[in-house]
C-alpha cells in the first residue's frame, strides 16, 4: 500500500477506487444536479473510464482523486490530478465531486483540506479551478485559503457555453 492510498479525517475515509465505487460514481455522474456546473452529465461508459483514469493517475503519482466515504457508504471523491492547458501549466489541481445528498455538511471542506496537505508537501503551488457561477465550490476554495488569481475561459468548455468563464484559485 502506498503512501497515500487512505486517509483518514475526524468525519471521512479517503481511499484508492474499489470495483464497489463504480455504480454508485456512475449515478453521481448521470445526476443533473451534481453535474449543474458541468458542460454535460456523463454515461457509465464516460464515468468508469473516469475512475481509470483516476486508478493511472494514483499509479503513477502515488497520489489522486480519492474516493471519499462517509460512514462507510460512496460519498464522492477529493483530491489531486495534474492539469495541463490552465492559466499554470503544468498545475497539481485539488477538486471535488460529492452526491448532493452530502452537500452543506462541511465534507467537501474537511477532505479537500486533507488532500491539499498532500498536493503542498508535492508542490508549493496548488491550483483550483471552478465555473464562475460555481459559488459553493469558490466558497470551498476560500475556506481552504487559497486566492483568487484570476478568471479565464477553460479552454474544454465550448466557446459561449455559460461555464466558460472560470475561476482560478492558488495556494501561493
Not at 33 to 40: L, N, R
Not at 48 to 68: C, S
Not at 106 to 111: K, M, V
Request: with cysteine.
Amino acid at each position: 500500500m502506498g503512501a497515500y492510498d487512505e486517509i483518514r479525517t475526524a468525519r471521512l475515509l479517503l481511499r484508492r477506487w474499489r470495483q464497489s465505487d463504480r455504480e454508485p460514481f456512475a449515478e453521481l455522474n448521470a445526476s443533473p444536479v451534481v453535474m449543474a456546473h458541468f458542460p454535460t452529465t456523463l454515461g457509465v461508459d464516460e464515468s468508469d473510464a473516469h475512475v481509470d483514469r483516476i486508478e493511472a493517475h494514483f499509479d503513477e503519482h502515488g497520489y489522486g482523486l480519492w474516493a471519499v466515504e462517509i460512514g462507510g457508504s460512496f460519498a464522492g471523491y477529493t483530491g489531486l490530478i495534474w492539469q495541463h492547458g490552465l492559466p499554470i501549466d503544468p498545475a497539481l489541481e485539488i477538486g471535488w465531486r460529492f452526491c448532493n445528498r452530502y452537500w452543506g455538511h462541511g465534507y467537501a471542506t474537511e477532505a479537500a483540506r486533507a488532500a491539499l496537505e498532500v498536493g503542498l508537501e508535492v508542490v508549493p503551488n496548488v491550483i483550483s479551478v471552478t465555473a464562475v457561477v460555481n459559488e459553493p465550490s469558490w466558497r470551498v476554495m476560500e475556506r481552504l485559503g487559497m486566492q483568487r488569481a484570476g478568471e479565464f475561459d477553460h479552454p474544454r468548455v465550448p466557446v459561449g457555453h455559460r461555464l466558460r468563464p472560470h475561476y482560478f484559485y492558488q495556494t501561493a
